[in-house]
């Protein structure tokens, strides 16, 4: 069970540069702990960047980055880390690759990492996987794998960096359902980077619109496409939509129109 008290991730007037050449500039970002917040750009625009501060891996050169109010000094239990490659260990199955963080934390017996375990390879739809090896694992299975091992932990927050760029297109369709089931379910907070303008339409309750560099935020949408989704509309549905169309056209325009001229 997550959090019951709603928690706030925020970046304030963040600024960030790479060996003299800016790649964040002036970002504001809130995340509250029952949202799922979709930040689109394009590639080299600073959305992993942006991620990697809300982490703790990397600190700005200006600006604050909190949770609850507090300077964020460092990675935490708090926010989990999903990333496009797995990271998973080809050593351990499925169970004790999600268990390991709470071998980590230390004070919890085998036989409760296992209960813990096998609790999330259920949630995400892997119930009985739990001896299963890596190499008997298709790709979006590995990628539930490592979902689950984000979420063992207890996370108020959720942050996700592309991490279903390398799955084939059904597969890619597979787990955004997936990750929609688990957000309502937990209602933790989700932090998704992405550059897949259908992919972050359908799944965030607010979208964020990145510039070209230095990314600036263009534009911040409220949308409700995946609480259709959990309703029982389907994704094929949602994407004829006109409403959805006529936004994704109006995200690709704001893209094109804050990338710098050749």
């Known amino acids: 069970m997550m959090p019951d008290t709603m928690q706030q991730l925020t970046l304030s007037n963040v600024s960030l540069s790479f060996a003299g050449s800016p790649i964040l500039e002036g970002i504001d970002l809130q995340l509250a702990s029952d949202e799922l917040v979709v930040v689109v750009g394009a590639s080299g625009s600073g959305k992993t960047s942006m991620l990697r501060l809300a982490a703790g891996f990397q600190s700005a050169d200006s600006g604050t980055v909190q949770m609850n109010g507090h300077d964020i000094a460092g990675p935490g239990a708090e926010r989990a880390v999903v990333f496009q490659d797995d990271a998973l260990f080809p050593w351990l199955n499925a169970r004790d690759n999600v268990a390991f963080p709470l071998r980590l934390q230390g004070g919890i017996d085998r036989a409760e990492r296992i209960r813990r375990a096998?609790?999330?390879?259920?949630?995400?739809?892997?119930?009985?996987?739990?001896?299963?090896?890596?190499?008997?694992?298709?790709?979006?299975?590995?990628?539930?794998?490592?979902?689950?091992?984000?979420?063992?932990v207890q996370p108020a927050f959720l942050l996700m960096d592309e991490p279903f760029a390398a799955l084939d297109a059904l597969t890619r369709a597979q787990m955004q359902v997936a990750l929609l089931e688990v957000w309502s379910r937990y209602r933790q907070g989700v932090l998704f980077i992405t550059h897949d303008i259908d992919e972050a339409l359908l799944l965030a309750t607010k979208l964020v619109v990145l510039s070209g560099r230095p990314a600036r935020v263009a534009e911040t949408l409220t949308l409700d496409y995946g609480r259709?989704?959990?309703?029982?509309?389907?994704?094929?549905?949602?994407?004829?939509?006109p409403q959805f169309q006529n936004l994704r056209e109006q995200v690709l325009d704001r893209l094109f129109l804050s990338e710098p001229a050749a």
């Open 118 to 152: 096998d609790a999330q390879l259920a949630a995400v739809g892997l119930e009985g996987y739990g001896t299963r090896r890596l190499w008997q694992l298709s790709g979006g299975q590995r990628q539930r794998v490592g979902l689950a091992r984000a979420l063992v």
């Open 228 to 241: 259709r989704v959990l309703a029982g509309a389907t994704t094929r549905e949602i994407r004829a939509d």
